[in-house]
């Protein structure tokens, strides 16, 4: 099993660079870092007072393997999940903030779990990851990457802009696609056919 700064590592290789694309909300970002999060965590690292694109561009790969492994695995609590969700609801936190346990409990609730989806990892719902995990851990995983993949497809569908994330200009699956699927077991990754047919319907 990865370490979680092995996970950490992964999340930064997987993000690359700098980036400062206007359809994304995070703004500037790199290594999946965004300007808002090192605004909120005061991370001035050129020491000028303010935090602009300029200290986004001067953060290392080490730094924002310390970011993600301090507030967005240990602040959130995702080490209480079981080992075999923890990579893939990581990734997804990096990605999408609290929304990332909000699918978790989303997905427990459709299996008759009661849990408050509010994008929190309280006692209800760490109890209820357990349970579901207990026999079989790896279908939990896979139900949570498939509705991690159902959550993509939804954003592009009600945002024509964000569709980029999920289809590639060549017409196949997007990095938002491909980075769902690396957490789920091949028999659910969708085949070329599949996919088009799941996004006939953007222009």
């Known amino acids: 099993m990865q370490t979680v700064r092995q996970i950490a590592e992964g999340i930064v290789a997987r993000e690359g660079g700098f980036v400062d694309d206007p359809d994304d909300p995070g703004g500037a970002t ?18 000028d007072g303010t935090v602009t694109r300029k200290d986004v561009r001067a953060l290392s790969r080490a730094q924002a393997v310390e970011v993600f492994i301090n507030h967005y695995f ?12 923890q990579a893939s609801i990581f990734d997804m936190y990096v990605n999408a903030g609290a929304q990332a346990v909000q699918i978790l409990q989303s997905v427990l609730r459709q299996m008759g779990y009661r849990v408050a989806i509010d994008g929190v990892i309280g006692p209800q719902t760490e109890r209820a990851a357990e349970d579901a995990a207990r026999p079989k851990p790896l279908a939990l995983r896979d139900a949570y990457g498939v509705a991690r993949r159902n ?16 289809r590639t200009r060549a ?3 997007g990095g938002w696609i491909k980075r769902a699927e690396e957490f789920l077991s091949p ?3 969708l085949s070329a056919a599949d996919f088009q047919k799941r996004i006939s319907g953007w222009v």
């Open 74 to 85: 240990e602040k959130p609590r995702l080490g209480v999940l079981p080992e075999a969700l």
């Open 151 to 166: 959550y993509y497809f939804r954003l592009a569908d009600r945002r024509a802009a964000l569709r980029k994330y999920a």
């Open 30 to 47: 790199k290594y999946g870092v965004t300007i808002h999060t090192m605004r909120r965590l005061g991370l001035d690292l050129d020491r």
């Open 171 to 173: 017409g196949g699956k």
């Open 187 to 189: 028999k659910y990754h």
